[in-house]
């Protein structure tokens, strides 16, 4: 049977039963895995703590009697090869010592000879039977100072091998103590839930242990499993010789080569997470019941209004749009039927806005191929001036605008920026490309005449509602001069001919052209501009924007910023023969970093490349000395950067001209 030929009601009740079934499946499964390791991480935590705190226990003790050995050894008297009185009186005071032997080194026999036995009378008879144990301890002090031994005999008895000296030294000497050490006995005897022993690293041999701690594998199995990490302590998970699962940790004492192990039988600690996973079970089959309950009452009830709405549908699908349903229910479905008869009034009148807004849409496009037109080519080369631009708008019409022409052999460079975009954005743009064509017809005029007219017709145009940021740029092809205004547009950055081949040139190495600015266009009448003065050198770039291409932002709503455009700008410029390749390489970026995201604002760049003059003029290539000597001209007090080029400022007084008025 078909999906599609199944009821909408059987839907729904299986879709309001398997969802819960399934999530509540998950999470069973899901809350038993975490239960697991936090209740795993739990006992390897508390098993780990154990083991330390028992191994400091064990090192606390055996340096305990070390001490006590000391004292005794140090009444030694070589030559007589006995003990002080001071010595026998330390021994016979010292409760735990049951038995003491000193065995010094004869280097005749290169041997070790027992010199001293001092026993008390349970000591004696504990010491019988163990001379191998003793001679085996006493051989070991070769290679380690301090041993460790159980006895067999007595539960809570230990021998502790001492050497007191260097090996290479003739009178060391080897103690020997049998000492009582019930406490540490009682410790390891504790059944509780840690299984734990004390055992010797090289061979795992148990000195005291738990009853049953080495499981049926025994303790030599065990820490052959655990010694493989080699480290001082750890937690690993091992299984016996039945495939019993332990949790184990181990800590080492520190002294004597011994290690304390301790064991948790995994099943048992997980047990509670057994008796929760049955609880919850009883829980899920209770749950599922009721949901398959309230499942079959909601689907009768939706189903019902819904094969109403469907009907009415099809009628409308049929073209009737004077349809209405009438059905007497809350919530959603209520609000469904409701939204179905507002529907049923509002087509008619959406199919004529539908018919309204594609004549809208048709109007805008034609608006945008007009605005297209007021920009020229891309790429132009004008004489020994490289010029290259983009323009990006945010909607369909743009509040951006740049524009070069040629007068003689002046270049002049355009670009603004009206307050924000769309059609009365793209309108005040039209005004300017106009004004800017009729302005450079005639004589060639000063940037700040220029100004002064374009802002004159910005403020007859938009009566003071619309401004527009502006620069302009003067270049005279023969001598690289070039004039410039700023009517409170971001500042160009200028970057001298770079003569590094091995590195890019940092922020400081940009030349920001603002020694001048004034007011926007449009913002009031009867001003004139200041303008300034900077002379180009072969290989000079020239970068002209708007703030929308600092402000594009990627998918994290980070902004391009004024940094990342400065480190684009220093790889491209230095990299690229020509301003159309170098553009291309920023715009580049500038997409990279955007990745479709819709722009907040009209975006254009403008890379213009100063490839020398036309006329045999001597190039400038000592630019502070140039420098100096324009300021001087022009009075004007200011630093420059080593290496940059000075700029003069002037105020361009109002003159008899009309282009002149219009700027005044």
């Known amino acids: 049977m078909r999906i599609k030929t199944i009821s909408l009601r059987y839907k ?23 239960f697991e390791k936090d209740k795993i991480a739990y006992v390897f935590d508390s098993s780990l703590s154990v083991s330390k705190t028992r191994a400091a226990r064990v090192s606390s003790e055996v340096a305990s009697v070390i001490s006590g050995a000391q004292a005794v050894v140090l009444s030694y008297r070589a030559d007589t090869k006995n003990l002080a009185d001071t010595g026998t009186y330390f021994f016979e005071r010292e409760a735990k010592f049951e038995a003491f032997q000193l065995y010094a080194w004869n280097a005749e026999t290169s ?38 031994r159980g006895i067999e005999t007595s539960m809570d008895r230990m021998l502790l091998a001492a050497r007191f000296g260097e090996i290479n030294d003739p009178r060391h000497v080897v103690a020997i103590a049998l000492f009582e050490a019930a406490e540490l006995a009682q410790v390891f005897s504790e059944r509780g839930p840690y299984l734990s022993f004390l055992s010797r690293k090289e ?80 829980f899920f089959v209770a749950v599922l019941g009721l949901t398959v309950f309230i499942a079959v009452i909601i689907s009768r009830s939706l189903t019902y209004a819904l094969s109403h709405l469907s009907a009415a549908t099809q009628k409308v699908a049929e073209g009737d749009f004077g349809v209405r ?50 920009f020229p080519e891309s790429n132009a080369t004008i004489g020994s001036l490289q010029i290259s631009g983009h323009y990006v708008p945010a909607s369909e019409c ?64 938009s009566k003071g509602k619309m401004m527009m940021t502006f620069f302009l740029a003067c270049i005279d092809r023969s001598t690289g001069e070039m004039t410039y205004a700023n009517a409170s547009h971001e500042a160009p950055l200028l970057l001298h001919k770079w003569q590094d081949p091995d590195s890019v040139p940092k922020r400081d190495d940009f030349f920001a052209l603002n020694q001048v600015n004034n007011p926007r266009l449009g913002e009031q009448s009867g001003i004139f501009f200041k303008e300034a003065q900077i002379q180009l050198q072969p290989g000079d770039q020239l970068v002209l924007y708007t703030d929308g291409v600092v402000d594009v932002k990627n998918p994290e709503a980070k902004n391009f910023g004024e940094r990342r455009l400065l480190k684009s700008l220093a790889a491209q410029l230095t990299k690229s023969e020509t301003a159309e390749d170098a553009l291309s390489g920023v715009v580049q970026e500038i997409h990279g970093f955007r990745s479709e995201v819709a722009l907040d604002d009209d975006v254009t760049l403008i890379i213009c490349r100063y490839d020398g003059a036309n006329s045999a003029v001597e ?17 004007v007090s200011f630093e420059a950067p080593a290496e940059q080029v000075e700029q003069t400022v002037t105020d361009v007084e109002p003159s008899d001209t009309e282009g002149n008025q219009g700027a005044a």
Not at 232 to 241: L, M, Q, R, Y
Not at 438 to 452: A, H, K, R, W, Y
Request: some cysteine.
């Open 12 to 34: 729904l009740m299986a879709a309001l039963t398997v969802i819960p079934f399934v999530g509540l499946t998950s999470f069973l499964i899901l809350a038993k895995t975490i």
């Open 325 to 374: 349903v009438d059905i007497d229910s809350g919530g959603e479905i209520g609000q469904l039927a409701t939204s179905f008869n507002a529907m049923a009034g509002e087509v008619s009148r959406l199919m004529m806005e539908t018919a309204e807004k594609a004549r809208m849409e048709s109007e805008l496009a034609t608006a945008k191929a007009v605005q297209d037109s007021l």
């Open 203 to 282: 061979d795992g041999a148990p000195v005291f242990m738990t009853p049953d701690a080495g499981g049926d594998w025994g303790p030599e199995k065990v820490w052959a499993e655990l010694s493989r990490s080699n480290a001082p302590e750890g937690i690993a998970e091992i299984a016996s010789t039945a495939q019993v699962p332990y949790l184990a940790s181990f800590s080492e004492v520190g002294v004597a080569d011994l290690v304390v192990v301790s064991l948790v039988d995994k099943n048992s600690a997980l047990a509670a997470v057994e008796i929760l996973l049955r609880k919850s079970s009883w």
């Open 398 to 461: 743009g509040g951006d605008w740049w524009y070069y022409c040629e007068n003689g052999d002046k270049v002049y460079v355009w670009i603004a920026d009206a307050t924000g975009h769309g059609a009365p954005a793209a309108l005040l743009t039209s005004a300017a490309r106009a004004v800017a064509s009729v302005i450079t017809m005639g004589d060639p005029l000063t940037v700040s005449e220029c100004l002064g007219i374009m802002n004159r017709a910005i403020c007859d145009t």
């Open 111 to 148: 041997s070790y000879e027992r010199t001293v036995d001092l026993a008390k009378a349970n000591g004696k008879k504990l010491l019988s039977g163990q001379e191998k144990t003793v001679q085996d301890l006493v051989a070991q002090a070769k290679n380690r100072a301090v041993n460790v």
């Open 619 to 635: 190039p400038v290539t000592d630019y502070e000395v140039q420098a100096e000597a324009v300021a001087v001209e022009a009075e």
